[in-house]
């Protein structure tokens, strides 16, 4: 049974100069322990039941390979931007794709980037698929696998300090700043924590659930343990790509779950609200329906990107006309350009692996076809942007910030990139 823990606040005698009057006051506030989640029996109801069975079949789907579109490991890779930097401080979705898309190809030539901002966020984007990779390929996860995501997704940002370090004092999440007494939600105690997160990596070993109910309450537990001083946000997103990889329900690709449970954030904290609560008639079963319906949506949208990517296609080969099986031309148009929204000639002949003379030809082919759009001057080093393929993505990314899925219909509720220019 969860329990509340009664405790007083008190503020550090080195910080009362700081506070206002009414707050250098003790006070007292109720810290929320959950229960273990080892061994924990849950009960669905037959409709949640059929949820959770309809949201890993999107997912089982979108992970076959049958999808329109055979370039989808770059909408992946874009889709996890959004993933990553979502719930920090880094202002990473204001960075919109095609800056970011600059960034990247800088960063592919030299190993750096010019756009610190930008450079911030890929950094953030590698640290995270590097976590889920390593962690979810681990024989046992483990506490120190948990505090290893959360190391390397702080490591070299602004909250480095913080970086895989457990937390030794009292947070709380919402309310005033100067203290928990009023807060929203207020995690276990810090005595508590060593003990919960030893619970949560016994859990995630289990397969005494279904991937989607654990990825469902791995991350709840994670978010009510709240074990970090910063970055628990980032943490419990990676934390859910890790449970659906390692359970094999999504070797490829990760719908970005978590991105619609941010839109749909009153459902979010609802559903939270009502797993935490001993009272609530169908407490987890809520939260889990919100979490299959987020991950049914999620996979939903995505297909409909992949539609969008192949009708993209289609343009780029109307407006190149009969290619050569086999060619350069046929292979970029196919396989490459959705993975290289901005490119230069190196870049391609990386991809391809032809030869300079070839990716060059097919180069001039497509820029004067209009698919390939070069962004600098001159004849050396030639940036080139893909038609289309940067302003369909910030589409979709803006889409997904929307209740509606249309920001036509209704505004993004969260930060977005800025809405794509015309297409020319």
Do not use: K
Not at 163 to 183: D, E, F, H, K, L
Not at 373 to 381: D, E, P, V
């Amino acid at each position: 049974m969860p329990r509340l823990v009664r405790a007083t606040w008190s503020p550090d005698p080195a910080d009362v100069a700081g506070l206002p009057r009414r707050h250098r006051q003790p006070c007292t506030y109720d810290a929320h322990v959950p229960d273990p989640l080892v061994g924990r029996e849950v009960l669905l109801p037959a409709d949640v039941a059929a949820d959770v069975s309809d949201a890993e079949r999107a997912v089982q789907h979108l992970n076959t390979g049958e999808l329109p579109f055979r370039g989808y490991e770059a909408v992946a890779r874009l889709l996890l931007r959004a993933e990553a930097v979502a719930s920090s401080r880094i202002e990473g979705l204001e960075i919109g794709g095609r800056r970011l898309a600059r960034a990247d190809a800088a960063r592919r030539d030299d190993g750096s980037s010019p756009d610190a901002g930008a450079a911030e966020v890929l950094g953030n984007i590698d640290a995270m698929r590097a976590a889920v990779d390593d962690v979810a390929r681990r024989p046992r996860i483990g506490v120190e696998g948990i505090r290893d995501i959360h190391h390397a997704l702080l490591h070299g940002t602004r909250d480095a300090a913080w970086a895989g370090r457990v937390r030794t004092t009292q947070n709380w999440i919402g309310g005033g700043s100067y203290n928990p007494c009023q807060a929203e939600f207020v995690p276990p105690p810090p005595g508590e924590v060593a003990a919960l997160l030893e619970d949560l990596a016994d859990y995630l070993e289990s397969d005494l659930h279904p991937p989607l109910v654990q990825a469902a309450l791995a991350h709840a537990q994670f978010e009510t343990i709240h074990p970090f001083p910063d970055g628990n946000g980032r943490t419990g997103r990676a934390l859910i790509h890790v449970v659906l990889t390692r359970r094999g329900l999504s070797p490829r690709h990760v719908p970005p779950i978590s991105l619609v449970l941010a839109t749909r954030g009153r459902d979010y904290v609802a559903g939270l609200t009502s797993y935490r609560d001993p009272d609530a008639p169908r407490g987890v079963a809520d939260w889990i329906a919100t979490f299959a319906a987020a991950t049914t949506e999620a996979c939903g949208r995505v297909a409909e990107l992949t539609d969008g990517l192949a009708a993209l296609r289609e343009r780029w080969r109307e407006a190149v006309g009969a290619v050569r099986a086999g060619s350069t031309v046929e292979l970029l148009l196919d396989e490459v350009l959705a993975q290289l929204p901005v490119l230069t000639v190196a870049h391609l002949v990386r991809a391809t692996g032809r030869s300079d003379q070839a990716v060059n030809e097919a180069v001039e082919r497509l820029h004067r076809a209009g698919v390939l759009q070069q962004t600098s001057t001159g004849r050396r080093n030639r940036t080139f942007e893909v038609a289309g393929l940067v302003d369909l993505l910030t589409g979709f990314e803006r889409s997904l910030a929307s209740p509606a899925g249309d920001t036509a219909v209704a505004p993004p509720v969260r930060a977005v990139p800025v809405r794509p220019r015309p297409p020319r």
